[in-house]
């Protein structure tokens, strides 16, 4: 029980940790970068939280990307009114399926609340009790069927709704395990290459036995034609983060497919109660953010935007590999996050030098960095350029030149 006293004294702490917040001595920020990255370090500067220079990627860890201009504006307006969230979902919806060609689109709050809603469209459907009882699913169709080698840490989105996970090898293996209970096939596109069944293979035995496919492309933008490539393809349900390569708010996502699918997957959730997705909440300035994301991201010179992160590319690969014993390499993932990226790899005779030590220099030095996770036993360093702002490639350079060069 809480008494009156108690309730005054927790609330006399909590205030006092508030001070303590404010009190420019309580906190030193490591740094601050005034300016860059859409000047955006007041807050962060305030709260006593490092904020660096992103050569990563779009990690959740890292905060994802940054908002487009044109989407914090278009959220900043969105949070100014009050609107039905049906019916932003229903017009947000159209135009993003009219602008990638799919039937019908729903907004969530990420890629994996996007696996969650479309299992439980497959699962539960638009059926009144079964919404309200998963994960309970005994009675309902409640397997998906995966290919081995795509088990992956966001499975456990499709597990949240009570589905089982059914695996299969090989295509025929895929034809065999359906039967009455299967709700669903499905496709993790990174995972194109590793088992000897392909995207198109697993979209065809879809439509072959009529069984609803989803595939998971959250983070295989660009190309930008990948936003319609799969519905294309044939897939019923395809899903994308909408906090990567979109630039849209951080907690958003992309549904987009078959419109009996998509009605399901919102009853299924959020603004509705008692439903798997509810803890999945969209709002409406994520909404009209992930929509404006998507147009911006149609529309934007993706040609332009390439070369650019070549030119990043080579500029902080001339800056180290002048180095001895220090070379560098151009790569491209192969599907997920398939933008320009820079290896920089040295010889530990020449160059005394840890992954670990230079990943911390980077870190703790004025501004921080923070690069791409890579292996930690090996001397190389993987850089992202595609989330830097401005000259931000320029100081990733000279301070990755200089580690390198005073370790030599
Ligand atoms: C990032 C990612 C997710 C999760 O996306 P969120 O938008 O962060 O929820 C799911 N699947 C894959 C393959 C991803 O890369």
């Known amino acids: 029980m809480t008494t009156k006293d108690e309730g005054s004294v927790s609330r006399r702490r909590f205030l006092q940790g508030v001070g303590a917040l404010s009190a420019p001595t309580a906190f030193t920020p490591l740094q601050s970068r005034d ?23 779009t990690y959740t860890m890292f905060s994802g990307s940054l908002l487009h201009p044109e989407v914090r504006k278009a959220m900043d307006e969105a949070s100014r009114a009050y609107v039905s969230i049906e019916e932003l979902q229903q017009i947000c919806g159209d135009r993003i399926a009219a602008a990638t060609g799919a039937e019908a689109a729903l907004i969530t709050s990420g890629c994996a609340a996007a696996l969650m809603l479309a299992t439980a469209a497959c699962v539960a459907g638009e059926d009144e009790d079964a919404i309200r009882r998963v994960p309970d699913t005994s009675g309902l169709r409640n397997e998906v069927i ?3 080698e795509h088990r992956f840490g966001y499975d456990h989105a499709i597990r949240n709704v009570g589905a089982k ?13 359906i039967g009455e209970r299967t709700a669903m096939l499905f496709f993790l596109n990174f995972a194109n290459d590793r088992g000897p069944v392909s995207r198109e293979e697993v979209a065809a035995i879809g439509k072959e036995k009529d069984i609803p496919t989803l ?7 660009p190309p930008v034609s990948n936003l319609s490539a799969y519905i294309e393809m044939g897939y019923d349900l395809v899903a994308f983060s909408g906090g990567k390569a979109l630039r849209g708010p951080q907690c958003s996502g992309l549904l987009m497919g078959r419109k009996d699918l998509i009605r399901a997957a919102y009853r299924n959730g959020p603004p509705f109660g008692n439903t798997i997705g509810r803890i999945a909440k969209v709002g409406k300035e994520e909404i009209v953010g992930l929509t404006r994301a998507v147009e911006v991201y149609l529309a934007k010179d993706h040609a332009a935007e390439w070369d650019r992160w070549e030119s990043h590319v080579s500029h902080i690969g001339a800056a180290v590999s002048s180095i001895e014993g220090v070379r560098s390499e151009r790569f491209v993932p192969e599907i997920a996050n398939q933008v320009p990226h820079l290896a920089i790899e040295w010889d530990s005779r020449v160059v005394d030098l840890t992954r670990d030590a230079f990943v911390r220099e980077l870190r703790e030095g004025e501004p921080s960095i923070e690069v791409r996770p890579s292996d930690p036993a090996e001397p190389r360093l993987e850089i992202g350029v595609w989330m830097m702002d401005g000259d931000e490639y320029r100081i990733v350079a000279s301070r990755c030149a200089d580690i390198l060069r005073a370790s030599a």
């Open 165 to 177: 996970i059914v695996e299969a090898e090989t295509g025929a293996e895929i034809r065999e395990a």
């Open 215 to 221: 595939i998971d492309a959250a983070a295989d933008l």
């Open 146 to 148: 995966f290919v081995k």
């Open 35 to 57: 300016g860059r990255s859409g000047g955006a370090s007041g807050i962060y500067e305030q709260l006593g939280v490092r904020t660096f220079i992103n050569a990563a990627g």
